[in-house]
Nanobody
Framework: QVQLVESGGGLLQPGGSLRLSCQASGSDDGIYAMAWYRQAPGKQRELVARITTGNTITYGDSVKGRVTISRDVAKRTLSLQMNTLKPEDTAVYYC?????????WGRGTQVTVSS
């Protein structure tokens, strides 16, 4: 089992920056990848960024060029930096871990981009 707890988010202004963190606990063997997803009201959950244990990184098309994902293996944290925020970035952001074929999810953190 893996437990994930997100922090960061809140109400942010367009053009601003965002930093989210995810703290993992529980089993840490067999983890293949960690990622950030987001889900806006009425829309499907979409990939924001993903990093594998081999440090292969994938960014979602809608955020490419504006985000950076990083991972601190020793501290078991996952971070997301997003710049040049847009109102369409408004969503619940979820931390995700893929371990031994099972997806684990955090409870999510709300990000609202509005002036």
């Amino acid at each position: 089992q893996v437990q994930l707890v997100e922090s960061g988010g809140g109400l942010l202004q367009p053009g601003g920056s965002l930093r989210l963190s995810c703290q993992a606990s529980g089993s840490d063997d067999g983890i293949y990848a960690m990622a950030w997803y987001r889900q806006a009201p009425g829309k499907q959950r979409e990939l924001v960024a993903r990093i594998t244990t081999g440090n292969t990184i994938t960014y979602g098309d809608s955020v490419k060029g504006r985000v950076t994902i990083s991972r601190d293996v020793a501290k078991r944290t996952l971070s997301l930096q997003m710049n040049t925020l847009k109102p369409e970035d408004t969503a619940v952001y979820y931390c995700n871990c893929l371990r031994l074929g099972t997806n684990y999810w955090g409870r999510g953190t709300q990000v609202t981009v509005s002036s």
